[in-house]
């Protein structure tokens, strides 16, 4: 059993710090956010995360998990000090360290022993050193010499289903290049390591770029498969058949081949940015993640000149109502950060449109995000309320209840049967035998 701070109850630091105790550790979130931690304290969870308020609960009652602002207490009262605090991205695209730098310095300023002090923050390559300079710093500012490590232990949760990617990881990667901290991080995540969960056991720096890779490369992916969807509308090719043919190649796999109108979210439109940045920092230029970032934005321009094409080329959404079936980024979140419907329903009011637009979750967050275009768009009751009226319906987040539409029910409400599955969730046989106007993505 570890003795655990969290500092950071976002998405990250919350879930980390939930799990980390359902793993038999004692946890203490810490975050300067009162009202947070007033709520956390009740069980309130302040995000969207299916599974998590059950965590949160069963360890509250367990007496392994509790929240408090205080943070020099929590850091006095534990061995290993978590930071999950936001790198939001600077206007150049870099990371902003500025949270990182204050908690590490707080965590120096409060320290009496021997700490590990963990990153668990998407932090650009070089981080951890820079932590390991703050710390010495302050202590030396303290005239004290404390002994610490600094690791580097990416996370790797997917919004809507972190619990289960926390618990059931596909590897544990942890950089450090101190035996001690090696074996004391082990024993925090004993739970995983007697399951057997691969470590991969490496140093700062190594650790720190597997993460920003990996997102990478899934982002990289996305955008692949979306150009060739591209491609496909234009020479008669299905997507979809090209994916499930390519994704049965072991060097291949099927996961993350599935177009769409363009990635999104806390990671992978912020972690791109960062990579790119640290590639011309230090003068290797990473032409295929820049190329990606570029592409991703061209998707997203794309599926409204989609929507103006299906419904009759420039000029034709002036004076149309669209509904605009989902919000968040990806299903099972109210994440809205860099989600595509933003880039989609601003675009569209640009050229004319009006909205109606409903999402399962996201309706709070999509209150501020969409408040540009709050004029031309009007939150619906329910999806069917969405439709009332509506000249088109976008289908832009593929959750379940979007999945079986009573379809008789849809073509009733819209003023016109014109239906845009931008995730390729409807069969076109299906939807042209109902009498819709289909329009997807790569087929």
Not at 125 to 148: C, H, N
Request: hydrophobic content about 40%; glycine content about 8%.
């Amino acid at each position: 059993m570890s003795k655990i701070a969290v500092i950071g109850t976002g998405y990250v630091g919350l879930v980390s710090g939930a799990c980390l105790a359902d793993f038999g550790n004692h946890v203490v979130c810490v975050d300067n956010n009162a009202e947070k931690i007033a709520a956390l304290k009740t069980g309130v969870i302040p995000i969207y995360e299916p599974g998590l308020d059950l965590v949160v609960a069963r360890n509250i009652a367990a007496g392994r998990l509790s929240f408090t602002m205080d943070l020099a207490a929590a850091v006095k009262a534990n061995d290993v000090a978590f930071i999950a605090v936001g790198t939001p991205p600077s206007d150049d695209g870099s990371a902003d360290l500025r949270y990182v730098e204050q908690v590490s310095r707080e965590i120096a300023r409060a320290m009496d022993f021997y700490k590990i002090i963990v990153d668990k923050s998407t932090v650009p390559v070089g981080t951890g050193r820079k932590v390991e300079g703050w710390i010495r710093e302050e202590l030396s500012a303290r005239g004290v010499d404390l002994p610490f490590d600094v690791v580097s232990n990416p996370e790797f949760l997917r919004e809507g289903s972190a619990v289960q990617d926390f618990t059931h990881p596909d590897r544990v990667v942890i950089g450090s290049e101190s035996e001690r901290a090696h074996t004391i991080m082990k024993d925090v995540y004993r739970s995983l390591y007697l399951n057997e969960t691969p470590y991969i056991e490496t140093n700062l720096e190594t650790a720190e770029m597997i993460k920003y890779a990996s997102n990478a490369f899934l982002a990289v992916k996305i955008t692949f498969i979306n150009e060739v969807a591209n491609l496909c509308e234009k020479v008669g090719a299905n997507v979809q058949d090209v994916a499930k043919a390519m994704g049965r190649d072991g060097r291949i796999g099927a996961k993350f081949l599935h177009p769409g109108p363009g990635y999104g979210g806390s990671c992978f439109p912020k972690d791109t940015q960062a990579m790119a940045r640290t590639g011309r920092d230090h003068g290797e230029p990473l032409s295929i993640i820049e190329a990606t970032i570029e592409a991703n934005e061209k998707q997203k321009a794309r599926m409204v000149e989609k929507i103006e094409t299906g419904l009759g080329g420039t000029g034709s959404l002036s004076g149309k109502t669209i509904a605009i079936l989902g919000l968040s980024f990806k299903p099972n979140t109210d994440d809205m950060r860099d989600s595509p419907a933003i880039a989609v329903c601003e675009g569209l009011v640009a050229r004319g449109a009006k909205l109606r637009a409903w999402d399962p979750a996201a309706m709070k967050e999509a209150a501020w995000r969409l408040a540009s275009i709050k004029d031309s768009l009007l939150f619906a009751n329910d999806e069917y309320d969405a439709l009332d009226g509506a000249d088109a319906l976008v289908l832009m987040t593929e959750w379940n209840q979007f999945r079986n539409l009573d379809l008789d029910r849809v073509k009733t409400l819209l003023k016109a049967p014109n239906f845009f599955d931008l995730r390729n969730v409807y069969k076109r046989e299906e939807l042209e035998t109902e009498g819709f106007a289909y329009f997807a993505v790569g087929k």
